[in-house]
């Protein structure tokens, strides 16, 4: 199993600013990845980050709105840049446990934007 | 890409009745099929997995079918109590690369 510490839980952001999202990892990993929770929504994945690369993005998503940093194998962030109202939502990072299946998640940091 | 498709976005229950949730997936290569629990405010768990190679697995009161050439899976949930009542993700996998399903949401009325 992987234990994953996120945070912030939540926060309130103004228009126009950024927030950085943390994730630790109890465990080194190869792969960590960001997804965005819309309310009463699915899980969407963002982007994929790999320790010394740079991260893969979804389509949709574009490294300018969300730069990611993987500085070692157990750690990773994600900032939301830019802050619109429309980027309210709950952000969740995720490893995948020993032999690449199971998907662990962090608790989530529940954003909202004024 | 693989896209993942899901059945019923909302189930409402009796305690005690059983209750099903039917994905389908457009990959073929997808090899590892997930099922995930959310309860209100908490991160998604695992609740049960079947590989590609099974056709179906039981865990308790949950069970999960496969079928790979029509592919579709399913989540069985027989004798539901109102603590199984959350959100249910399926997904699908291949080569570390898992796509959610919508979502089902399941309520358990006591």
């Known amino acids: 199993s992987a234990v994953i510490s996120q945070k912030p839980s939540r926060d309130i952001c103004q228009r126009g600013t950024s927030l950085t999202i943390q994730c630790q990892v109890d465990?080194?990993?190869?792969?960590m990845f960001w997804y965005r929770q819309q309310p009463g929504q699915s899980l969407t994945l963002i982007a994929t980050?790999?320790?010394?690369?740079?991260?893969?993005?979804e389509s949709g998503f574009v490294i300018d709105k969300f730069p990611i940093s993987r500085p070692n194998l157990t750690f990773s962030t994600l900032t939301v840049s830019n802050l619109s109202p429309e980027d309210s939502s709950i952000y969740l990072c995720?490893?995948?446990?020993?032999?690449?299946?199971?998907?662990?998640f962090g608790q989530g940091t529940r954003l909202t934007v004024v | 890409g693989e896209n993942v498709e899901q059945h019923p976005s909302t189930l409402s229950v009796q305690e005690g009745d059983s209750a099903v949730i039917k994905c389908t997936y457009s990959?073929?290569?997808?090899?590892?099929f997930p099922w995930y629990k959310q309860e209100l405010g908490k991160r998604p768990q695992l609740i049960i997995d079947?590989?590609?190679?099974?056709g179906e697995k039981k865990d308790q009161r949950i069970a999960v079918t496969l079928n790979k050439t029509a592919k579709h899976f399913s989540l069985h949930i027989t004798e539901t109590q109102p603590e199984d009542s959350a959100v249910y993700f399926c997904?699908?996998?291949?080569?570390?690369?898992?796509?959610f399903g919508a979502g089902t949401r399941l309520t358990v009325k006591p």
């Open positions: 079947i590989r590609s190679n099974v």
């Open positions: 990959d073929s290569a997808s090899n590892y």
């Open positions: 995720s490893v995948l446990g020993t032999g690449g299946t199971e998907a662990f």
């Open positions: 997904a699908a996998s291949k080569d570390n690369d898992m796509r």
């Open positions: 465990s080194q990993v190869t792969m």
């Open positions: 980050a790999n320790q010394g690369s740079e991260a893969t993005y």
